[in-house]
């Protein structure tokens, strides 16, 4: 990789988080031990995040009107730690209105947020593997609640959501393994086909990584008892079914 971007030593600056082992291994995992290929990927994406790193400051800088839009309807965030110390990542899908946030701003609008939101993701997922004393080479830990997912919404998202995936080196976001498994809860039965048209839009390794379950009691204690071997409950939010007394 050193030699692909003509360096003799590891860069001083942001870069570096790209070369080191436990980040290296899950880009040659992505491509199943092909080196060559592994390499291509590493190159695009550390030249793919330089650009996102403008687009961050450029989210920054939008008017705070803006800002509270997206707040406002875009319903995720960090909530409680899994058992390595790494952030656990909530979604209210059914809060959540992508289409109309493109309407109401534009696509471009929308990729400096999305650009925003990654590398700060990405920086406090590392930031957590120092604290803790280990690199998280697998990521996240994602809940996902559908309740109140209106399908109309949810398609627009979708057409959002492949317009983004194209964007990106080779149409895979350029972090690969960033989510480690995503738990889908209160799932409707219309949800099946929503999912149908979501995984085409993920890796196979990744599609793999989701686990589903429906509303009612029987499916959240099935829900609960999965997720215990990732998460103490008692780090969710009441919200999405755990013991946290910290508002979400």
């Known amino acids: 990789v050193l030699s692909a971007l003509q360096l003799e030593a590891l ?85 959540v209105d992508v289409g109309g946030l493109v309407r109401e701003s534009s696509f471009e609008t929308y990729l400096l947020w999305d650009a925003y939101c990654t590398v700060t993701t990405y920086d406090m997922y590392t930031s957590e593997g120092e604290r803790a004393g280990h690199a998280f080479t697998l990521g996240k830990v994602m809940i996902f609640d559908l309740s109140g997912v209106q399908v109309p919404r949810a398609m627009r998202g979708f057409r959002v959501a492949g317009r983004l995936t194209k964007t990106y080196p080779g149409a895979e976001h350029p972090f690969p393994e960033m989510m480690r498994t995503t738990f889908v809860i209160n799932m409707p039965w219309v949800a099946q086909s929503l999912w149908d048209l979501a995984k085409k839009l993920l890796p196979a390794r990744d599609a793999a990584r989701f686990r589903m379950f429906g509303s009612g009691k029987a499916a959240h204690k099935k829900f609960l008892a999965a997720v215990s071997e990732y998460v103490d409950p008692e780090q969710l939010p009441a919200l999405f079914g755990g013991g946290s007394a910290e508002p979400w």
């Open 11 to 95: 860069p001083p600056d942001w870069r570096k988080s790209f070369l080191m082992r436990y980040r290296l291994v899950t880009y040659l995992r992505a491509d199943r031990g092909d080196v060559k290929k592994a390499t291509a990927r590493v190159v695009a994406c550390i030249d793919f995040c330089g650009e996102m790193w403008t687009k961050a400051f450029a989210w920054e800088a939008q008017p705070e009107a803006l800002k509270n839009l997206y707040d406002e309807h875009m319903a995720w965030g960090a909530h409680g730690f899994d058992r390595r110390g790494c952030s656990v990542f909530c979604y209210r899908l059914g809060n």
